[in-house]
């Protein structure tokens, strides 16, 4: 019996040390992921007033690729993907083939097998 107390008084001190360690990780964890988010208010709170205010310029900006150039390269990728497209063929559908011959054949074989120790004599 002294056995079984010692097993169960080690297993519950394993438990306690597990859960602890992992009590101890995760307020870590939460201490490092507030830490940061107080680093991050700093500074966008310190950003914000040295940003310029936008000006109508900066809200208008032209594409770095002129639309014309945009729409051949469009066309292009779609032309490509298209061709590609049309030459999959669909795979051949091939029926499963039915279930009653390799019932029979696992069958034929296990009755090979009951007369073979038939014959010896061991059944």
């Known amino acids: ?20 360690v992992l009590s101890i990780l ?18 966008t709170s310190a950003r914000a007033p040295a940003a310029p205010a936008p000006t109508a310029a900066a809200e208008e900006e032209k594409p770095a690729i002129p639309p014309r150039d945009l729409a051949v390269v ?8 298209a061709e590609k ?3 999959l063929r669909p795979l051949p559908f091939r029926r ?9 054949g696992v069958q034929s074989s ?4 009951e007369d073979f120790n038939y014959e010896i004599g061991k059944w």
Not at 28 to 43: D, F, N, T
Not at 96 to 104: C, G, H, N, T
């Open 1 to 20: 019996m002294s056995e079984f107390a010692e097993g169960l008084n080690l297993t519950v001190l394993g438990v306690t040390i597990v859960f602890m």
């Open 26 to 43: 995760a307020v870590v964890l939460y201490a490092v992921g507030w830490s940061e988010r107080r680093l991050v208010e700093k500074e």
């Open 74 to 81: 469009t066309a292009a990728v779609l032309a490509y993907t």
């Open 85 to 87: 497209a049309a030459q």
């Open 96 to 104: 499963k083939v039915s279930d009653a011959w390799r019932l029979y």
């Open 110 to 113: 296990m009755e090979e097998v």
